[in-house]
C-alpha cells in the first residue's frame, strides 16, 4: 500500500482480555518495528522484525507481549491478559533498509492504535 | 545507553514568531539525528535528518545542525505558522548499523494567531 497501515485505530478492553493489534506495513519494505508511547511520552521501542524473523524483542515489557510477522508483510501485535498499563498508542513503524544498512534510515510510521485497558 | 534529551512543552508562539526547540543527545559512537513531527491525529514522519557533524537538515522551513561538540541538534524556523502546531520529536539512530531509533519525549508546539 501507499502508506503504513494500522488497525483498530480505537480499541477499548477490560482488563484481562486479550487484544490483537494488525500492523500492514508499506508493501516491499523489509524492516517492520512496534513501538509504544504512553501519554505525553516519545515512542518506547518494543520490537523489530527483519522479513520474517524476529531479531529483536528486548523492548517488549513482559511475556504477555508477543509479536508476529509470519509472512514477511502483515504483522500482529498481541498482548494477553491487559492491564491498565498497558493503555497507550502502539506505533507501527516499516522500512525499506534492512539490517546491514548503517545510513540514516528513514522509519514511515503509521498513525497507530490507542488502546485503552479499563 | 543511547538517549534525547529534548525541552519540555508546550510551547506557545504567536504566528510568524522564531522557534527554536532544543535537543542534546547521548550516544556511543556518531549517530544519526532526526527530527520527526506529529500532526494531530495522525502518524510520526520524518521532518528532516542528519548523519555526520555540521551537516544541516531542513524542510519547509525548519532547520537543525548536527553539533558533534555540544551533542546538540536543535530545532529552529525563522517564522512559525498555525499549521506548524504540532508535537516535534528528536530522535537517533545509533551508527553501528542496527536500525533501532531512540526518540525523545516530545514538545508540544501550539502557534496562535
Known amino acids: 500500500g501507499a502508506g503504513v497501515s494500522q488497525s483498530p485505530r480505537y480499541k477499548v478492553a477490560k482488563r484481562g482480555q486479550d487484544v490483537a493489534l494488525r500492523c500492514d506495513p508499506i508493501?516491499?519494505?523489509?524492516?517492520l518495528f512496534w513501538y509504544q508511547q504512553a501519554l505525553g511520552q516519545g515512542p518506547e521501542f518494543l520490537t523489530y522484525?527483519?522479513?520474517?524473523?524476529?531479531?529483536?524483542k528486548s523492548g517488549l515489557p513482559s511475556d504477555r507481549f508477543f509479536a508476529e510477522r509470519p509472512e514477511g508483510s502483515v504483522s500482529t501485535l498481541k498482548i494477553q491478559r491487559t492491564q491498565q498499563e498497558d493503555s497507550a498508542v502502539y506505533l507501527c513503524a516499516s522500512s525499506s533498509r534492512g539490517l546491514d544498512f548503517a545510513g540514516a534510515n528513514v522509519l514511515t510510521f503509521g498513525a497507530g492504535s490507542r488502546l485503552t485497558v479499563l | 545507553g543511547n538517549s534525547v534529551t529534548q525541552m519540555e512543552g508546550p510551547v506557545t508562539l504567536s504566528e510568524e514568531a522564531f522557534l527554536t526547540i532544543n535537543c542534546t543527545y547521548t550516544?556511543?559512537?556518531?549517530?544519526?539525528l532526526f527530527w520527526y513531527v506529529q500532526y494531530p491525529g495522525e502518524g510520526l514522519q520524518l521532518l528532516l535528518k542528519a548523519t555526520k557533524a555540521d551537516d544541516k537538515g531542513s524542510n519547509k522551513g525548519f532547520e537543525a545542525t548536527y553539533r558533534k561538540e555540544t551533542t546538540s541538534f536543535h530545532l529552529e524556523k525563522g517564522s512559525v505558522q498555525v499549521s506548524d502546531s504540532a508535537v516535534y520529536f528528536c530522535a537517533l539512530r545509533y551508527s553501528g548499523g542496527y536500525q533501532k531509533v531512540t526518540f525523545g519525549t516530545g514538545t508540544k508546539l501550539q502557534v496562535i494567531p
Open positions: 522484525f527483519q522479513n520474517e524473523a524476529q531479531l529483536d
Open positions: 550516544a556511543t559512537g556518531y549517530p544519526s
Open positions: 508493501s516491499g519494505h523489509v524492516s
